[in-house]
T-cell receptor, first 112, second 114 residues
């Protein structure tokens, strides 16, 4: 079955460490997205990519980095520069042109 | 600026009662419109979407939504709520023809009483 896989489901990080969240899709979608979700704030866009080897900053890109070396994969790195990284992170993919997304099941990151 | 507003943070209904969740948007032109549902600790699932045509859209799980251009609204409805409908609901919009991203409302948490 086609879908999006995010791993791990839960992740713990010490302050000052970088950590990478995985997102893989087998839907043959061109576009991929990373959102951050905090209670009461809805979803905020971190980065998005419309094509391999290209990506754009979203509304809250500071302290995050991404790569898009393969169509299927769009990993997100939360760097030590992100001041408040504890959150629920959602990856999504879509055919582009604003036609809607398919979401992964999310990764909950906690800084300890 | 583009925006999506869900005025109700939390709604409580009894099982079997009808439901309406409100969504208003502010855009230069009619965008693509979506409703998603999220169960605790899970990703978002698409309930329905509106691109053009009939302004009453049918979705999964017995949900429907009506697009009203004059009111810039896209309210979600269900005639009879089930306990399994308890979740958080998000309205989202995207500019037509744009691959940038969806803009999400802040969500409405639905509680269903037995």
């Amino acid at each position: 079955d086609g879908g999006i896989t995010q791993s791990p489901k839960y992740l713990f990080r010490k302050e000052g460490q970088n950590v990478t969240l995985s997102c893989e899709q087998n839907l043959n979608h061109d576009a991929m997205y990373w959102y951050r979700q905090d209670p009461g704030q809805g979803l905020r866009l971190i980065y998005y990519s419309q094509i391999v080897n290209d990506f754009q900053k979203g509304d809250i890109a500071e302290g995050y980095s991404v790569s898009r070396e393969k169509k299927e994969s769009f990993p997100l790195t939360v760097t030590s520069a992100q001041k408040n990284p504890t959150a629920f992170y959602l990856c999504a993919s879509g055919p582009g042109q604003g036609l809607g997304y398919t979401f992964g099941s999310g990764t909950r990151l906690t800084v300890v | 600026a583009q925006s999506v507003t869900q005025p109700d943070i939390h709604i409580t209904v009894s099982e079997g009662a009808s439901l309406e969740l409100r969504c208003n948007y502010s855009y230069g032109a009619t965008p693509y419109l979506f409703w998603y549902v999220q169960s605790p600790g899970q990703g978002l699932q698409l309930l329905l979407k509106y691109f053009s045509g009939d302004t009453l859209v049918q979705g999964i799980k017995g949900f429907e939504a009506e697009f009203k251009r004059s009111q810039s609204s896209f309210n979600l409805r269900k005639p009879s709520v089930h306990w399994s409908d308890a979740a958080e609901y998000f309205c989202a919009v995207a500019p037509r023809g744009s691959a940038r991203q969806l803009t999400f409302g802040s969500g409405t948490q639905l509680t269903v009483l037995p």
